[in-house]
């Protein structure tokens, strides 16, 4: 089966940086993917990683280690919007009846 | 631009009732997909198409059908609602589904099922 874990919640404080930490067994790899929610909204896109790596876009930063099976986002100079919901996903590399497979996601309190 | 659209926004249903949860794209994306996400649970995937006439289950297809007969729109039917289907229900597109294209996600729609 596919396993993807994250963390529930977390608490950070205005003006910090905060790791959200995302680790995964899946039969096969294609990428992982953030996501951010907040209450109430559809998800929107943060970043891709398909290669061992960190990438960067602006306040936040996304890395993969494909060995350990483990990504992370990072969210630096938090603002108080930041506060949601942050998805990981896993694309797999054959479709099998799951191409996507999300997490249940880390639910970030940003506290002033 | 309208992206995904997702209709209606709000349902409620009673036991037994059917009902089509409406999805279109305007992006002439291939891969749509239909999401449930239920507290504590995450986003679970129903039932997806890479395309005009394709489509497969994911992981919890059942009590559910979809089909796929343009690229543009891709209707989430519920037979027989049940109580259990009481969710929050999304719809997704991307360009291709082996493909670093990210997913595009519609508004939602929040199903009660009574």
């Known amino acids: 089966g596919q396993n993807i874990d994250q963390p529930t919640e977390m608490t950070a404080t205005e003006g910090a940086i905060v790791q959200i930490n995302c680790t995964y067994q899946t039969s096969g790899f294609n990428g992982l993917f953030w996501y951010q929610q907040h209450a109430g909204e559809a998800p929107t896109f943060l970043s891709y990683n398909v290669l061992d790596g960190l990438e960067e876009k602006g306040r936040f930063s996304s890395f993969l280690s494909r060995s350990k099976g483990y990504s992370y986002l990072l969210l630096k100079e938090l603002q108080m919007k930041d506060s949601a919901s942050y998805l990981c996903?896993?694309?797999?590399?054959?479709?099998?009846?799951?191409?996507?497979?999300f997490g249940k996601g880390t639910r970030l309190s940003v506290i002033a | 631009n309208a992206g995904v659209t997702q209709t209606p926004k709000f349902q409620v249903l009673k036991t037994g009732q059917s009902m089509t949860l409406q999805c279109a794209q305007d992006m002439n994306h291939e891969y749509m997909s239909w999401y449930r996400q239920d507290p504590g649970m995450g986003l679970r995937l129903i039932h997806y198409s890479v395309g005009a006439g394709i489509t497969d289950q994911g992981e919890v297809p059942n009590g559910y059908n979809v089909s796929r007969s343009t690229t543009e729109d891709f209707p989430l039917r519920l037979l027989s609602a049940a109580p259990s289907q009481t969710s929050v229900y999304f719809c997704?597109?991307?360009?291709?589904?082996?493909?670093?294209?990210?997913?595009?996600f519609g508004d939602g729609t929040r199903l009660s099922i009574l």
């Open positions: 997704a597109s991307s360009r291709s589904v082996y493909s670093n294209q990210p997913q595009h």
């Open positions: 996903a896993v694309r797999l590399i054959s479709g099998g009846n799951t191409p996507l497979v």
